[in-house]
């Protein structure tokens, strides 16, 4: 296929000229689409929110940015703005709740706030009060109309109206042939199989790999670039979901991050405790797992979890398969151990849990929701029957060039009865293993200090419950009973 093709508030279009880097927001807003918005064009606000129809796997509607994505992403995509709700002239019933509670005011956010909520009105899992928080938090209001716009999404949540919608979700599926498109001097490929996507490594040397692109929009939108020549994975179904395979779970690189905090709940809950606030639904609607860790950021939030859980990362090349310890994985700031022309598949992660088998994970951000880490930790420790410490992995983001483990921390704890004594110990180990730089988010001694104390904050937390999760609300790191 050389041309884009989707459709947008039920009508099929087909693009062949607009450049690759269009985002779908400006794409949109050109077709005199207006009600979706520019706010921030990165992320944060929300303004921009329109709903995909997700069709491979469990079928469902997705709040996504529209300006994190480029408009061949949605190549065979069915996508719904503000104005495609509407039926014979009356509003959807999310339009109608907001205007009955009163929830636009200057009107800005609307459109947005609107479209977040109709993905929360044919969602049928809404039951923790904190989904709601959830659903909505990627959504600014700048005049303070919270309670009117949270009264609305409370009232048609989970509603499910026997409407066009909700047949569409079990309608027909589209399944688009691969995309290699060409316009304005750049090129996107988005291919359907490994095979072909291989085929295309080899052929088109020095391209830009991209997935759910909530990085690489910004280069577009912050940076003004354009990269010349982008492949794309979200094609590859084989790459994306979440396997159980009895002693450990197999997580497919494309698994958008939402998916994985649902997968995680039962059989994860560090991960799903670190997921909770990673960012907006709308971000975790898009962003990867492979992308978090290829990114390689020192402050990336899933790399300490995947540290502390001794994760494996899985890649292919034209050379074959390889498997890589997580230790081995991150050689530098932002770099990693993968050869050029090879792509992470997927990570494998042991399930360390039964008696004895402490585990958990911290985020410590200036702001509760979208906001990235000062300091994120996970950390796995397994006692023997008699309470002495016979495994220690504590894992760190925001104290390094890249996500470390403190091995001088793990080596205290190891052999000695599990006590704060011993715990106290290791959090002036903590102090030895880095050397954490100061910047708008921390400083070195604030960093230093939090590495400490969630070390110690594990310690009170876990004598409450070995796998401590969040609470429906939680306004701290570390539960209110455990505070001392």
Same mark, same amino acid.
């Given at each position: =296929?050389?041309?884009?093709?989707?459709?947008?508030?039920?009508?099929?279009?087909?693009?062949?000229?607009?450049?690759?880097?269009?985002?779908?927001?400006?794409?949109?807003?050109?077709?005199?689409?207006?009600?979706?918005?520019?706010?921030?064009?990165?992320?944060?606000?929300?303004?921009?929110?329109?709903?995909?129809?997700?069709?491979?796997?469990?079928?469902?509607?997705?709040?996504?940015?529209?300006?994190? =994505? %480029?408009?061949? =992403?949605?190549?065979?995509?069915?996508?719904?703005?503000?104005?495609?709700?509407?039926?014979?002239?009356?509003?959807?019933?999310?339009?109608?709740?907001?205007?009955?509670?009163? @929830?636009?005011?200057?009107?800005?956010?609307?459109?947005? /706030?609107?479209?977040?909520?109709?993905?929360?009105?044919?969602?049928?899992?809404?039951?923790?009060?904190?989904?709601?928080?959830?659903? =909505?938090?990627?959504?600014?209001?700048?005049?303070?109309?919270?309670?009117?716009?949270?009264?609305?999404?409370?009232?048609?949540?989970?509603?499910?109206?026997?409407?066009?919608?909700?047949?569409?979700?079990?309608?027909?599926?589209?399944?688009?042939?691969?995309?290699?498109?060409?316009?304005?001097?750049?090129?996107?490929?988005?291919?359907?199989?490994?095979?072909?996507?291989?085929?295309?490594?080899?052929?088109?040397?020095?391209?830009?790999?991209?997935?759910?692109?909530?990085?690489?929009?910004?280069?577009?939108?912050?940076?003004?670039?354009?990269?010349?020549?982008?492949?794309?994975?979200?094609?590859?179904?084989?790459?994306?979901?979440?396997?159980?395979? @009895?002693?450990?779970?197999?997580?497919?690189?494309?698994?958008?991050?939402?998916?994985?905090?649902?997968?995680?709940?039962?059989?994860?809950?560090? /991960?799903?405790?670190?997921?909770?606030?990673?960012?907006?639904?709308?971000?975790?609607?898009?962003?990867?797992?492979?992308?978090?860790?290829?990114?390689?950021?020192?402050?990336?939030?899933?790399?300490?979890?995947?540290?502390?859980?001794?994760?494996?990362?899985?890649? !292919?090349?034209?050379? @074959?398969?390889?498997?890589?310890?997580?230790?081995?994985?991150?050689?530098?700031?932002?770099?990693?151990? !993968?050869?050029?022309?090879?792509? /992470?598949?997927?990570?494998?992660?042991?399930?360390?849990?039964?008696?004895?088998?402490?585990?958990?994970?911290?985020?410590?951000?200036?702001?509760?929701? %979208?906001?990235?880490?000062?300091?994120?930790?996970?950390?796995? /420790?397994?006692?023997?029957?008699?309470?002495?410490?016979?495994?220690?992995?504590?894992?760190?983001?925001?104290?390094?060039?890249?996500?470390?483990?403190?091995?001088?921390?793990?080596?205290?704890?190891?052999?000695?009865?599990?006590?704060?004594?011993?715990?106290?110990?290791?959090?002036?180990?903590?102090?030895?293993?880095?050397?954490?730089?100061?910047?708008?988010?921390?400083?070195?001694?604030?960093?230093?200090?939090?590495?400490?104390?969630?070390?110690? @904050?594990?310690?009170?937390?876990?004598?409450?419950?070995?796998?401590?999760?969040?609470?429906?609300?939680?306004?701290?790191?570390?539960?209110?009973?455990?505070?001392?």
């Amino acid at each position: =296929m050389d041309a884009i093709e989707l459709e947008l508030n039920g009508q099929r279009i087909v693009e062949r000229t607009a450049s690759p880097t269009t985002t779908l927001l400006a794409w949109i807003r050109q077709r005199g689409l207006t009600g979706t918005k520019e706010g921030c064009a990165e992320g944060d606000c929300g303004a921009c929110t329109v709903a995909i129809l997700e069709e491979e796997g469990t079928r469902r509607f997705r709040a996504v940015n529209a300006c994190l =994505m %480029l408009l061949p =992403m949605v190549h065979g995509k069915k996508i719904w703005t503000v104005e495609g709700l509407e039926t014979a002239g009356q509003l959807h019933p999310v339009q109608e709740a907001l205007v009955h509670e009163l @929830g636009s005011q200057c009107g800005y956010c609307t459109p947005g /706030v609107v479209m977040s909520m109709f993905e929360a009105c044919y969602r049928g899992d809404l039951v923790e009060p904190h989904q709601l928080d959830d659903q =909505m938090c990627g959504n600014l209001c700048r005049c303070t109309g919270y309670r009117p716009i949270r009264d609305a999404a409370r009232a048609v949540a989970g509603r499910r109206p026997s409407d066009r919608f909700l047949a569409a979700l079990s309608g027909p599926t589209w399944a688009p042939a691969s995309l290699s498109y060409a316009a304005a001097g750049q090129r996107f490929f988005l291919p359907r199989t490994e095979a072909e996507l291989i085929e295309l490594l080899g052929a088109q040397a020095g391209a830009r790999i991209v997935a759910g692109g909530t990085d690489l929009a910004l280069e577009v939108t912050k940076r003004f670039e354009a990269p010349p020549l982008l492949i794309s994975l979200d094609g590859i179904s084989s790459l994306a979901g979440c396997v159980d395979r @009895g002693d450990h779970v197999f997580i497919g690189a494309t698994t958008r991050l939402s998916d994985l905090e649902t997968f995680a709940r039962p059989a994860l809950p560090a /991960v799903e405790r670190m997921l909770r606030y990673f960012g907006s639904r709308q971000i975790k609607h898009r962003a990867t797992v492979g992308g978090n860790l290829v990114n390689a950021s020192p402050i990336g939030d899933l790399p300490p979890v995947f540290l502390a859980q001794g994760a494996t990362v899985h890649t !292919l090349s034209a050379a @074959g398969r390889r498997a890589i310890d997580i230790d081995d994985f991150f050689v530098g700031y932002r770099r990693t151990a !993968l050869l050029p022309q090879e792509i /992470v598949t997927g990570v494998s992660l042991h399930k360390r849990r039964g008696p004895g088998v402490l585990a958990t994970a911290y985020k410590v951000s200036k702001r509760q929701e %979208l906001d990235i880490s000062t300091v994120a930790a996970a950390f796995v /420790v397994e006692l023997d029957p008699a309470g002495v410490v016979e495994r220690a992995r504590l894992a760190y983001g925001g104290m390094a060039a890249t996500p470390a483990r403190a091995r001088g921390a793990e080596q205290c704890l190891i052999g000695q009865p599990w006590t704060e004594a011993l715990i106290e110990a290791a959090a002036s180990a903590v102090a030895k293993d880095f050397a954490p730089i100061s910047d708008h988010r921390g400083s070195a001694p604030y960093r230093r200090l939090v590495a400490q104390n969630l070390l110690r @904050g594990f310690y009170f937390e876990t004598a409450v419950d070995p796998e401590p999760r969040h609470g429906p609300r939680p306004t701290g790191t570390l539960r209110p009973e455990v505070i001392r």
